[in-house]
């Protein structure tokens, strides 16, 4: 696609529901990344995906947290047992990662989650 | 934690040049530092990235000083489209810092 594609935009649960966030990266990217960012707050890495793999998961911040990539392509972050401080939002991000000399990231307009 | 330092706001009148610094003093040889912005309630922006030769190019001009451990963002003629949080940050270490918070002054 042209850019990063994330969905859904909004998304609004209660307290102890799963959800599911999608991304969707440039096609022929091979690194994907995951960041969270709260109110007023700077860009917390969450993961990494190089291709199918997750080299770096050291930022998911609790075991209700997961994310998988199929394909080398679409990956999706899982929240089970969602809690109010998860309220923020999740930005998705892809890069070519060749050489990793060009790691220029390219984000999505990112989700919007809203724990009630 | 991120591996750069920046300071966490500036201000800066319209028309003159934004100077953004941005300390990485435990940078590797092979590391290269990316610049870039988020305007509110947008992803960020990709602006401009260095090896230790200063470039420039559309959008900004890039300053590595020569032992590498910090750099200097130019917006040679700052607009107020340009406020906004500026995150600089190294290659194999892609955790944003907390940024710098950009106000452009009229």
């Known amino acids: 696609g042209a850019g990063v594609s994330q969905s859904p935009s909004n998304k609004v649960t209660e307290k102890g529901k799963d959800v599911e966030l999608r991304c969707d990266p440039i096609?022929?990217?091979?690194?994907l990344y995951w960041y969270r960012q709260s109110l007023g707050q700077g860009l917390e890495f969450l993961i990494y995906f190089q291709g199918n793999s997750a080299p770096d998961k050291s930022g998911l911040p609790s075991d209700r947290f997961s994310a998988e990539r199929t394909g080398g392509s679409v990956s999706t972050l899982t929240i089970q047992r969602t809690q109010q401080e998860d309220s923020a939002v999740y930005l998705c991000a892809s890069s070519l990662a060749t050489g990793r000399a060009n790691e220029k990231l390219f984000f999505g307009s990112g989700t919007q989650l809203s724990v009630l | 934690d991120a591996k750069t330092t920046q300071p966490p706001s500036m201000d800066c009148a319209e028309g003159r040049a934004a100077n953004l610094p941005c300390n990485h003093s435990?940078?590797?040889?092979?590391?290269?530092v990316y610049w870039y912005r988020q305007i509110h309630s947008q992803g960020p922006q990709y602006i401009i990235h260095?090896?230790?030769n200063n470039e420039t190019n559309e959008m900004a001009s890039l300053i590595i000083t020569e032992d590498r451990k910090s750099s200097t963002l130019i917006l040679p003629h700052a607009t107020l489209r340009d406020t906004a949080v500026y995150y600089c940050i190294v290659l194999n270490d892609m955790r944003f810092g907390a940024g710098t918070r950009l106000t452009v002054k009229p």
């Open positions: 260095g090896l230790k």
């Open positions: 435990t940078i590797s040889g092979n590391e290269y």
């Open positions: 096609s022929g990217h091979t690194a």
